[in-house]
């Protein structure tokens, strides 16, 4: 074989074997924007850096498998909800403690799937691989809940806080936690935090259509709707 023919052949080979890696790097991206949806973008804009980015979603994807996750039996998933809902009745009187036990529930729900809950960025690490289309809801209501602390939230606020728990609450609870006969219903109150008893039920679909955070849709349904 002459030396041109082999520089051609050497060229060739370099060029399928760039190739191959350039396809194996577009899978494995097409599979992390599958897996993490929104998150990815965020993780990119947070970075800089795209290639740093996909390094730290690969590690969130190893850790994730080495969690023991469980999955909620029926009796706890009844407990759970029936919970919820006296969250919601709660809100008519009390705004500012219902969203408080909204997040201390919230958190007891995500210790029970096996996550581990120390560590809020963390968490919410966690939480991406498997809950990434409602992380930004869990942002949106933890920063409010933040802001109820120090006071600085209109009840307003509050109902969006305790909407967006909610998305995050029925993804990681497997149904929609509003509805439940059992429950007795919201007594009406003086202001517009009461909704009446004929109110309909509204599914988690349709309160997704609530939030003023990024990626989040922007009608406004009452989060104490049953």
Do not use: C
Request: zero cysteines.
């Amino acid at each position: 074989m002459s030396a041109t023919a082999t520089i051609v052949l050497i060229v060739v080979v370099l060029l399928v074997l760039a190739a191959i890696v350039l396809g194996v790097r577009a899978m494995r991206r097409r599979k992390l924007q599958q897996t993490f949806g929104p998150e990815y973008d965020r993780v990119v804009a947070d970075t800089g850096n795209r290639t740093e980015a996909e390094r730290e979603l690969h590690e969130r994807t190893k850790r994730h498998a080495q969690l023991e996750l469980r999955p909620l039996s029926g009796e706890s998933r009844a407990k759970y909800a029936t919970a919820w809902e006296e969250v919601q009745i709660r809100f008519v009187d009390n705004p500012k403690e219902a969203v408080s036990t909204a997040d201390e529930l919230v958190t007891a729900l995500i210790a029970e799937r096996g996550y581990p809950t120390g560590d809020y960025d963390e968490r919410l690490a966690n939480l991406s691989v498997e809950h990434a289309a409602t992380l930004e809801h869990y942002r949106a209501a933890h920063e409010i809940s933040r802001r109820s602390k120090n006071d600085e939230t209109e009840t307003e606020d509050l109902r969006q806080a305790l909407v967006h728990y909610r998305a995050l609450f029925a993804d990681l609870l497997g149904e929609d936690p509003v509805g439940h006969a059992s429950t007795p219903a919201p007594r009406p109150a003086a202001d517009d935090t009461a909704i009446t008893d004929d109110a309909p039920a509204r599914t988690v679909h349709e309160t997704e259509d609530t939030a003023t955070e990024p990626g989040v849709a922007r009608s406004r349904p009452d989060a104490t709707s049953r």
